[in-house]
């Protein structure tokens, strides 16, 4: 039975690769986005969101899932990182995710079982030079995904996904060579970097019945990263 999903974002990435999946597998997608961009290109509905300056949502009365996807990647040496760029990334991350529930949360439950699904990354569950502003947002996420798990359950249930490095993009200037693309594949024990593609079947998975076993839980589509040394 088809099903209705928000995503917050999706103009670009894995939110786009979702996007398309969802809607091949027979769903109804409509998004909240800071432009229209390629969504409405696949026919998608898109409402305006900014999640540095979120405001109200008009929302169906139910929903079946929401995807947070707005993120950044702001990579310095912690002595050069400002208050603002922590702050930045914080409300970007953290604080349009909140907000973007709050105003799904009502539709969200009048569905018979919902999931929402949010983004964590890599560099929370392994250490990496320059990644202490977005590491500590997203840390702040697995942390509100943790939360919700346990206060929305047996409901609704709540993921994230914590990627590596991906092909997207937001990652473009790590990736704008294949000099870069090809070093950073060593890094992962799969010597690879990710595709928006593979990351894309993990969302439809967890907002899907075949993950209904599952909450609070981080899924690592990290190549090895943070897990596994092939050296």
Known sequence: MAQTFLLIGGNSGIGLATARLLQVE???????????????????????????????????????????????????PFLRLTDEDFLNDYRTNCLG??????AALP???AAPTASVVLFSTVAVAQGMPFHSSIAAAKGAVEGLMLSLAAELAPKIRVNAIAPSLTDTPLAGALLNSDAKKEASAKRHPLQQIGDPDDVAKLVSFLLSDASKFMTGQ??????????????
């Open 26 to 76: 027979g769903n109804s997608v409509i998004a909240a986005a800071r432009s229209t961009g390629p969504l409405a290109a696949l026919g998608v509905p898109v409402q305006s969101f900014d999640a540095l300056n979120p405001g109200p949502l008009a929302l169906p009365p139910v929903l079946d899932g929401l995807v947070y996807f707005p993120g950044s990647i702001t990579l310095k």
């Open 97 to 102: 995710a909140v907000a973007a529930l709050r």
């Open 107 to 109: 539709a969200l439950k």
């Open 218 to 231: 981080v899924l690592r589509p990290d190549g090895g990263l943070s897990a596994v040394r092939t050296f």
